[in-house]
């Protein structure tokens, strides 16, 4: 799991961001350690019949919904940096709107969908991180060379221009590392183990042992990447200083490259960036697709549908959800956010709560829950979270919640749920 949709979109953010991942390790040992001999010892399919083995069918549709509306947000707000970046280096040009690129857009990802398997899926995915480390580092040494810097003088001047703090300590700012650190933990663990998509590759594999290998290499791999993301961000930065560009977010990488770098490397960015659009789009629709057919419609518990049946309504199914999407696409084109990667981990904070409160209830507690509460629960949650958000800094002298508000909305579940429990069975 990265969220660098576009190489550098994260640049901005400085080192402290390393915080987060390095919270990202620490998440991941949790899903290995924790969540993965769960679902293996219950030889899960979807992992949110965890829920309603433990608590009943009301928290197994409500784990399943928070998933789809997770991970919609957050795969359309992907999707939506991609084609933002394509239309105003390119298509703003050509007087194309910006509707008629996500349309076109989507109806291709819809035929790679469709027209494309297994064997389709793993040579892209393979293209897809070829090209964009490959990218990376073409970038870097680029940047590199033009700048007359070595590794060692780039973080010497990046340290200058305070870009390379790794650790902010005032406790207001949401950008403390502890915040940064438990945010990403946490950010981790649902996003990852929490998610449906994420999860059916790692439960797909043979033995409990070899899934857990496969999830702290990742992990140690996601380290080294993102550190190098973030170097890239920083070599942009001065790149940008030095040519007296006022550029900045997620508008730096792409005007660079495009406009500044030489044609080469803007043709290594663009096809960076469509290779990564179709699979990670694809793979968004899919897991959706196969969650809300399985999880809330149970096509597959239904004896009424024969397979030719069950496979028309999945296809139906994803036909929606690229609606869906082409409906949330224009909804952040309407807000304009220029810092795409941030406005995702904030949303992830408000989605993913729920999901982190219900399983950690699940795996702590013992006791049972009043069914019916169990969605009231879980919308209270986010939103008591969000007048917290807000209130915060005037309460408490200007604090703020940074990425760990995720934990806090969790925590807020888990509490609502203590207090929805049937008591009878407490011992």
Not at 187 to 192: H, S
Not at 227 to 249: E, I, P, T
Not at 315 to 325: E, K, S, Y
Request: hydrophobic share 50%.
């Amino acid at each position: 799991m990265t969220f660098v949709s576009v190489p550098g979109t994260v640049a901005g953010s400085g080192m402290s961001y390393l915080m987060v991942v390095f919270g990202y390790f620490i998440g991941y040992m949790g899903v290995a350690y924790i969540l993965l001999p769960l679902y293996y010892r219950l030889q899960l399919t979807s992992i949110y019949h965890y829920l309603q083995e433990r608590f009943g069918r009301s928290s197994y549709k409500t784990g399943a919904l928070f998933f789809i509306v997770s991970r919609t947000l957050g795969a359309t707000a992907r999707l939506y940096l991609v084609i933002r970046v394509l239309q105003d280096l390119v298509l703003n040009q050509m007087g194309v709107p910006f509707i008629v690129t996500a349309i076109f857009i989507l109806l291709l990802i819809l035929a790679y969908t469709f027209k494309g398997g297994v064997k389709t899926i793993v040579w892209t995915d393979t293209l897809q991180t070829t090209f964009m480390l490959g990218g990376l580092i073409a970038c870097v040494i680029y940047v590199l060379q033009n700048l007359d810097l070595s590794f060692g003088e780039a973080w010497i001047r990046m340290t200058d221009l305070g870009y390379s703090k790794l650790m902010i300590t005032d406790i207001n700012s949401p950008g403390h590392y502890m915040k940064h650190l438990l945010g990403g933990a946490f950010i981790a663990l649902t996003m990852t183990g929490l998610d449906q998509e994420m999860m059916q590759k790692n439960i797909s594999v043979r033995t409990l042992k070899d899934s857990q290998k496969n999830v702290v290499t990742l992990s140690v791999i996601l380290i080294f990447v993102n550190f190098l993301f973030l170097f890239l961000g920083g070599v942009l930065y001065l790149y940008s200083n030095d040519h007296q560009l006022a550029l900045k977010g997620d508008d730096l990488f792409p005007t660079l490259a495009m406009q500044h770098f030489p044609p080469v490397m803007g043709l290594i960015f663009i096809i960076a960036l469509i290779s990564a659009l179709f699979p990670s789009a694809d793979g968004a629709i899919t897991a959706l697709t196969a969650s809300f057919s399985l999880d809330i419609l149970g096509i597959q518990r239904n004896p009424k549908l024969n397979e030719a049946q069950q496979t028309s309504i999945r296809r139906q199914v994803h036909l929606v959800f690229a609606g869906v999407f082409l409906i949330c696409v224009m909804v952040f084109h309407w807000i304009d956010n220029r810092s795409i990667i941030d406005l995702i981990l904030k949303l992830a904070g408000y989605t993913y709560g729920p999901l982190l409160g219900l399983f950690a209830y699940g795996v702590l507690m013992k006791s049972k829950l009043k069914e019916t509460l169990v969605p009231v629960v879980c919308l209270i949650a986010p939103a008591f979270t969000w007048v917290l958000a807000d209130m915060m800094p005037v309460w408490c002298n200007g604090f703020k919640f940074g990425y760990e508000l995720l934990l806090v909305n969790g925590i807020l579940t888990f509490v609502g749920l203590f207090l929805i429990r049937k008591k009878s069975e407490i011992n």
